[in-house]
């Protein structure tokens, strides 16, 4: 594939948006990808509610496309109350009832008792820790490679095994490794933009210069 204007993939994981600029394949699908892509994919996430929020919406995407997570996330965040671990973690059985009957989420009832669930390890965690955010960054690597192929990219690796395994430990309900490697991913623990993308130097930047402060914490 070519543009007018001479950007030429280098790979199979690049492509070419509609204004011309290099980005990884899965990303140009979608206005709506696109923007994800650019504007948050792998940018960091410094808050708990924003770590929960990712976790909780990796859960209920297993088994589905993510766009259907992202066409529903508006819905997603009032139902379960911008995703503020202590508020979710007190939802009972009435709340239960009520999410699966609003055709605006998933409604998949072991998803969402895992959610509440693990809004409640979350809130432990974090009267522990402190905070959930710098719990996770923890598992940042040391280095991580850069993807310049299709093939480079893995569903989980040595840094989302030990997370998982801590999670379950933890007593976390569906955060197998897999999952596990999403959020860590989407919310920039690692670097899985592909060697040409428009946004990778940025996000790099980004993550080098939040695991400084949220280390700190």
Known sequence: MAMSNGVRPQNDALAVGSDGRLRCWWSVGSEQYVAYHDREWGRPQLTDEGIFEHLALESFQSGLSWAVVLRKRPAFQVAFAGFRPEVVAA??????????????????????????????????????????????????????????????????????RALAAELRRLGFRLLGPTTVHAHLQATGLLNDHVAGCCVREDVERQQAEAAVVVLRR
């Open 91 to 160: 939802f009972g059985a009435q709340d239960v009832d009520r999410l699966m009957a609003n055709e605006a989420i998933v409604r998949n009832r072991r998803k969402i008792e895992a959610v509440i669930h693990n809004a409640g390890c979350a809130q432990r965690l974090i009267e522990r820790e402190g905070s959930l955010a710098a719990f996770f960054w923890r598992y940042r690597p040391v280095s991580w490679r850069v993807p310049r192929a299709r093939i480079d990219l893995v569903s989980s690796a040595d840094p989302s």
